[in-house]
């Protein structure tokens, strides 16, 4: 398998950070470079070193960087995706520039060329017992007369490919009822509120912290033949965008959120507000080692009988309000 290397750019104070949101996201390595911590043990050496290579030295001076390895197919694209959704969320909250410039930077491949070789990789997938997700580029087979949800990722998150968006279909397949209203935070390519449409949903709403990724929803919804008069997209960060809160703010039947484990953990109030009573929220993203943490939380607001989808060490889990 080919991995691209993806460059993090923050500061010394957001390492740890930053780190546990990329544990969050499924990432399990790191390469830390920081000028701090390397000057800080030159000061600090023992007599053992009396030579440092000329290129170790230049750490000294280097802007302090997270490096991690992503596959080059469909699960990467997410995962960078990924990324990059939760740096922009980083970056609406880091008010005092305390965690650098949080830019991801792909080395030795320019970016267009890696977004069009995964594509290679992302194939029609059948998903619960009657989606089948194609990319637009591809042809299927569909003997089953599955209903079919078309999607092009472009640089947002959702293949399809990924557990954590497989798992949440699974749960709002058997959840939806005909006619529900839909709220798809974090929507990525807006797979789930999309699929969710397909499936009977009668409107539905998606938000995502990045312009790019409302826009490629509402693209979507067009591909699949859904009108913009029952699919609403908009993008900015409801947590700290009290305007954003209040224009989306309804009695929804059905929540979905594909984030991560925090932002899950800090969306929790936003989602008893806009969730009617009686109604079913549907979290995903979230490693398994964290499912309990944020089934607590959501509990602790008034959600109850959690149930948990889990599957290679992701968890989706459907509560109810």
Not at 283 to 310: H, T, Y
Request: charged share 30%.
């Amino acid at each position: 398998m080919e991995w691209t290397e993806v460059n993090i750019y923050t500061t010394t104070e957001g390492i740890d950070i930053l780190c546990t949101r990329l544990m969050d996201i499924g990432i399990k390595g790191f390469v830390i470079r920081d000028a701090e911590d390397f000057n800080e043990f030159l000061e600090n050496k023992n007599g053992q070193w009396d030579y440092i290579d000329d290129d170790l030295m230049g750490l000294s001076e280097c802007e302090t960087c997270v490096t991690v390895y992503l596959p080059s197919n469909s699960q990467g694209a997410d995962m960078l995706s990924s990324i990059r959704s939760m740096l922009a969320e980083m970056k609406s909250g880091d008010t005092e520039d305390r965690y650098g410039r949080l830019e991801a930077e792909l080395s030795s491949i320019r970016e267009e060329d890696w977004a069009n070789n995964w594509k290679q990789y992302f194939k029609p997938i059948k998903v619960g017992e009657k989606l089948i997700i194609k990319p637009s580029w591809e042809e299927c087979d569909n003997e089953e007369g599955r209903t079919i949800l078309e999607i092009d990722p472009a640089s947002s998150f959702g293949t399809g490919q990924h557990h954590t968006t497989r798992l949440c279909l699974e749960l709002l397949e058997k959840s939806l009822k005909k006619g529900d209203k839909l709220l798809d935070m974090g929507c990525g390519s807006g797979i789930l509120s999309i699929g969710a449409m397909l499936l009977g949903a009668g409107n539905a709403v998606a938000v995502d912290i990045e312009q790019n990724a409302a826009e490629t929803a509402a693209e979507n919804a067009v591909k699949n033949h859904i009108s913009p008069d029952v699919y609403k997209t908009y993008y900015g960060n409801i947590i700290t965008d009290a305007g954003l809160a209040d224009k989306i703010a309804d009695e929804y039947d059905i929540i979905t959120a594909n984030i991560v484990a925090d932002v899950l953990i800090a969306m929790k109030d936003h989602f008893t507000r806009y969730l009617r009573p009686a109604g079913t929220l549907i979290v995903s993203g979230i490693i398994e080692e964290r499912m309990d943490e944020v089934i607590n939380a959501l509990m602790e607001v008034g959600f109850k009988d959690p149930e948990a989808n889990v599957k290679e060490g992701w968890a989706a889990v459907k509560l109810t309000k």
